[in-house]
């Protein structure tokens, strides 16, 4: 079985700004780590990999140079092999030439059978680009999964979908791409074993001159059909007020400031 996992780094901070020109996030001056739900899907992928012989794990992330770094770090959960899809042209992609630039990657590494992804970005949290991969490759695809069993020979999964009102259950042919979330597993602590093993795997480097079959028109700030027009800083205000007297005229006096403020 040959799984690939989609990561992406994310700043660290919550204190994040933007690049006047374009409105993309400036990356420059914050460390980066692998999104949190990304941890769970990798942490997924090595379970499998424990339960089952013959399983490869591939991790794969588009971004500049810098995300080498964070590949890196993927590598020491256990993983094979990993791809950097880093091109000065692909800077500004919104999700939507992402998702078709990593669908054009994964086709590239070749056959797989399953494909891990975090539900959403912890920057963005749009939780487009898993679903827009799936479209892209056109396989079948479940989201916000928090448990998946193995059926009929490791033909098809049968999946838990969280919902607004409980969860569902889906039964999804290989090859397919799956969406994690938090409820799945609680990811480890990389092995000291496991991270020396990672400092020996070399972090395969892609561009667009190696993606030839990619749209150009397709990719970039100018390829995408989204843009940023504005931004602006959520600023929190404070309304304290005290209320004073017996239970009953404390009750009765918060009741009207709720009631004049539309909250019942």
């Given at each position: 079985?040959?799984?690939?996992?989609?990561?992406?780094?994310?700043?660290?901070?919550?204190?994040?700004?933007?690049?006047?020109?374009?409105?993309?996030?400036?990356?420059?001056?914050?460390?980066?780590?692998?999104?949190?739900?990304?941890?769970?899907?990798?942490?997924?992928?090595?379970?499998?990999?424990?339960?089952?012989?013959?399983?490869?794990?591939?991790?794969?992330?588009?971004?500049?140079?810098?995300?080498?770094?964070?590949?890196?770090?993927?590598?020491?959960?256990?993983?094979?092999?990993?791809?950097?899809?880093?091109?000065?042209?692909?800077?500004?992609?919104?999700t939507f030439s992402t998702a078709y630039i990593l669908a054009e990657s994964i086709k590239a590494i070749g056959d797989f059978d399953l494909i891990l992804c975090g539900k959403h970005a912890?920057?963005?949290?749009?939780?487009?680009?898993?679903?827009?991969?799936?479209?892209?490759?056109?396989?079948?695809?479940?989201?916000?999964?928090?448990?998946?069993?193995?059926?009929?020979?490791?033909?098809?999964?049968?999946?838990?979908?969280?919902?607004?009102?409980?969860?569902?259950?889906?039964?999804?042919?290989?090859?397919?791409?799956?969406?994690?979330?938090?409820?799945?597993?609680?990811?480890?602590?990389?092995?000291?074993?496991?991270?020396?093993?990672?400092?020996?795997?070399?972090?395969?480097?892609?561009?667009?001159?190696?993606?030839?079959?990619?749209?150009?028109?397709?990719?970039?700030?100018?390829?995408?059909?989204?843009?940023?027009?504005?931004?602006?800083?959520?600023?929190?205000?404070?309304?304290?007020?005290?209320?004073?007297?017996?239970?009953?005229?404390?009750?009765?006096?918060?009741?009207?400031?709720?009631?004049?403020?539309?909250?019942?």
């Open positions: 079985m040959k799984i690939i996992v989609c990561i992406k780094q994310v700043p660290e901070t919550n204190n994040i700004d933007f690049n006047p020109s374009d409105l993309t996030i400036n990356r420059s001056h914050v460390n980066g780590i692998i999104n949190p739900f990304d941890l769970n899907a990798i942490e997924e992928a090595v379970r499998i990999k424990e339960k089952f012989d013959d399983v490869t794990i591939s991790v794969i992330s588009m971004g500049p140079p810098s995300f080498e770094k964070t590949l890196k770090e993927a590598l020491t959960y256990g993983l094979d092999s990993a791809y950097l899809i880093s091109d000065k042209l692909f800077a500004g992609s919104d912890i920057d963005g949290e749009t939780g487009q680009v898993g679903s827009e991969i799936a479209e892209n490759l056109k396989i079948p695809q479940a989201t916000n999964v928090k448990k998946i069993e193995f059926h009929e020979n490791k033909k098809i999964i049968k999946v838990e979908s969280d919902t607004e009102n409980g969860y569902r259950v889906l039964e999804v042919k290989l090859p397919a791409l799956i969406t994690v979330n938090k409820e799945i597993n609680v990811p480890r602590i990389p092995s000291f074993k496991d991270a020396r093993k990672a400092l020996k795997i070399p972090i395969i480097k892609w561009d667009l001159g190696k993606l030839k079959n990619i749209d150009k028109t397709k990719i970039g700030l100018t390829g995408s059909p989204t843009k940023v027009v504005n931004i602006e800083k959520f600023q929190k205000k404070k309304d304290t007020k005290f209320i004073s007297g017996t239970p009953n005229e404390i009750v009765n006096e918060l009741y009207q400031i709720l009631k004049d403020k539309h909250v019942v």
